[in-house]
């Protein structure tokens, strides 16, 4: 049986809530939801609960993220999954230049993944100081994921970094600091790109690679 908490909510509610509101979760982004779910039985009960509603617990990057997944594809579920991949077709160029710039910014040989910290205080001190990566965040932040309407590179940052924590690819463990913690998502986006590509042939994989490829004179 699941503990209660708090709020009298056991995990298993808390989590059930979670995977259907749409939420991915790894360590980073949920600690105690991800080591209850390392559990075979707690896996085991939650997809109990969600097969009732058409759903069951999935998991990408070698069991490192968890998420709600649908079970059987009807015209409904087909429509909803359709307007998923536009989603992320339309937030590939955005993330991916956006991961480079970081990557830049912050004199790393190998790309952003979980776990890894970024300190906006630091990433603002090297973009100021750097033309072009200050040019590149201008048109990174204007993009519709972003939406920044500042002029200047503190207000671009801290939208640009808004943004990807409400988009769960990032987290803010402690509000008083300005660090911020890449979640699995960011991992897992680059494999939801490539099971697109294989399953329904829209070329994401390719269009990744070409945006990598654009951006290739900043690395």
């Known amino acids: 049986m699941s503990k209660l908490s708090a709020t009298g909510m056991s995990e298993t509610g808390r989590i059930l809530e ?6 991915f979760i790894c360590q980073v982004s949920d600690e105690d939801g991800f080591h209850f779910l390392a559990e075979q039985a707690n896996r085991e009960r939650i997809d109990s609960h969600l097969h009732v509603l058409n759903r069951r617990l999935a998991s990408a990057c070698e069991g490192e993220l968890y998420f709600c997944a649908y079970r059987e594809l009807g015209d409904n579920e087909h429509k909803v999954i359709s307007q998923q991949f536009s989603e992320i077709a339309g937030s590939l160029l955005p993330l991916t230049e956006w991961l480079i710039l970081s990557q830049e910014a912050q004199g790393q040989d190998s790309p952003i993944s979980a776990g890894v910290a970024l300190r906006l205080s ?4 090297v973009v100021e100081d750097t033309p072009a990566l200050r040019e590149q965040l201008a048109k990174i932040s204007q993009y519709k994921l ?19 924590c409400e988009q769960g690819y990032l987290v803010r463990p402690n509000q008083e600091k300005q660090i911020y913690i890449a979640t699995a ?3 897992y986006i680059f494999e939801v790109i490539s099971f697109i590509d294989e399953a329904e042939g829209l070329g994401l994989e390719q269009q990744a690679m070409d945006a990598i490829g654009q951006q290739e004179p900043l690395l």
């Open 18 to 23: 979670a995977l259907l509101s749409g939420q």
């Open 185 to 187: 998502k960011v991992d």
């Open 122 to 125: 630091e990433l603002q001190t």
């Open 146 to 164: 972003f939406g920044s309407t500042s002029s200047q590179v503190d207000g671009q940052l801290k939208q640009v970094f808004k943004r990807l």
